[in-house]
């Protein structure tokens, strides 16, 4: 598990956000999308990939298409979100020994440490939906100022 995101899930959260903030029905086209959110043209179309494969998106070619939430922002976890764009959280080998932690015992002496750590984690992205983020960003933004982008 990286303790960092890539540019790509901070992309995809950006993209969501700012989809989970437009009015019922309404859908966006990747160079809006991009223009809106501040994402480089040539990173949307694969975020937009991803996330359409992984069920989060649904997208329509031509015109009067674009994309929009393919779910209820409330049924769509920050877990769900950062694994489709990122992987799973998980280290594939052992922290101390690759030999090691590889069905073996005993266990190297930093597994049950990164075992709690990582199901906190994983516990902690699983209970955080979309809607929950963006009704925190709103929050935020009559605070401090705008965050995500206020669709047009």
Not at 33 to 49: Q, S, W
Not at 52 to 59: K, N, P
Not at 138 to 152: D, H, K, N, Q, Y
Request: hydrophobic residues 45%; proline residues 6%; aromatic residues 2%.
């Amino acid at each position: 598990m990286r303790l960092f995101l890539t540019k790509r899930a901070e992309y995809g959260i950006r993209l969501l956000l700012h989809l989970a903030a437009l009015p019922d029905g309404e859908r966006c086209t990747a160079s809006e999308l991009g223009k809106a959110c501040e994402i480089p043209a040539g990173n949307v179309p694969t975020i937009m990939n991803l996330l359409s494969r992984a069920g989060i998106l649904t997208c329509s070619p031509g015109r009067g298409g674009g994309c929009a939430l393919a779910a209820d922002p409330a049924d769509v976890s920050m877990l769900q979100i950062i694994e489709t764009l990122e992987g799973q959280l998980e280290i594939p080998h052992c922290l101390l020994d690759s030999r090691r932690c590889h069905g073996r015992d005993p266990e190297c002496a930093v597994h049950a440490a990164w075992t709690v750590g990582r199901e906190a984690a994983i516990a902690a992205l699983r209970g955080i939906s979309l809607a929950d983020t963006l009704a925190r960003d709103r929050e935020i933004a009559t605070l401090v100022g705008p965050g995500v982008a206020a669709p047009t």
